[in-house]
Antibody
Framework: QVQLQESGPGLVKPSETLSLTCTVSGGSISSYYWSWIRQPPGKGLEWIGYISYSGSTNYNPSLKSRVTISADTSKNQFSLKLSSVTAADTAVYYC?????????????????WGQGTLVTVSS | QSVLTQPPSASGTPGQRVTISCSGS????????VNWYQQLPGTAPKLLIY???QRPSGVPDRFSGSKSGTSASLAISGLQSEDEADYYCATWDDSLNGPVFGGGTKLTVL
């Protein structure tokens, strides 16, 4: 059973870069797609982006200019960098595994999630 | 403003059946399968329904999903107190080439 764990600073100053890492155990990141999702306090879920098993990426257009997702297969980790943060980026950040096919049929869903980590943007 | 539209709240009494709706468009629900996630207070979302109506292992058959056209719904029968949570619908959006979520529905068990 795959498990995901987010790690990184819980406090980031405005205009700086938010950096988080997701460590995956019980499965290889060389399979599947891997994603970052965030949830501002008291609000809904927002997809940030994903990286595929081959290293290709896709980002939410609303964040694309500020986001970079990368992977380190030797450590079985993938990472998020969000630049020029403001208070609006304060949220719980989740990493999740994105399944794209089930028994040969397209079925895109997040089947495993990390516990989430709260990142506060404040000076 | 979420891409998918859900009612902000729903409620029911123990044993009752409740449904939660999710509305989208031709570029998302209309051409892709729908998933539902349950988020208990203070925890990460958990996959509840995938591919419109499939339950992952361990999810009780009290939970069921359906889709028609550009809308979907989640039904919970035999409502229990532990079902009190936020429920999110989600699907793929072909224009975005990425997933989109509903705004979430807070279910209260009275």
């Amino acid at each position: 059973q795959v498990q995901l764990q987010e790690s990184g600073p819980g406090l980031v100053k405005p205009s700086e870069t938010l950096s988080l890492t997701c460590t995956v155990s019980g499965g290889s990141i060389s399979s599947y797609y891997w994603s970052w999702i965030r949830q501002p306090p008291g609000k809904g879920l927002e997809w940030i982006g994903y990286i595929s098993y081959s290293g290709s990426t896709n980002y939410n257009p609303s964040l694309k200019s500020r986001v970079t997702i990368s992977a380190d297969t030797s450590k079985n980790q993938f990472s998020l960098k969000l630049s020029s943060v403001t208070a609006a980026d304060t949220a719980v950040y989740y990493c999740a595994r994105l399944v794209t096919m089930v028994q040969g049929v397209i079925s895109r869903h997040f089947d495993s999630w990390g516990q989430g980590t709260l990142v506060t943007v404040s000076s | 403003q979420s891409v998918l539209t859900q009612p902000p709240s729903a409620s029911g009494t123990p044993g009752q059946r409740v449904t939660i709706s999710c509305s989208g468009s031709s570029s998302n629900i209309g051409s892709n399968t729908v998933n539902w996630y349950q988020q208990l207070p203070g925890t990460a979302p958990k996959l509840l329904i995938y591919s419109n109506n499939q339950r992952p292992s361990g999810v009780p058959d009290r939970f069921s999903g359906s889709k028609s056209g550009t809308s979907a719904s989640l039904a919970i029968s035999g409502l229990q107190s532990e079902d009190e949570a936020d429920y999110y619908c989600a699907t793929w959006d072909d224009s975005l080439n990425g997933p989109v979520f509903g705004g979430g529905t807070k279910l209260t068990v009275l």
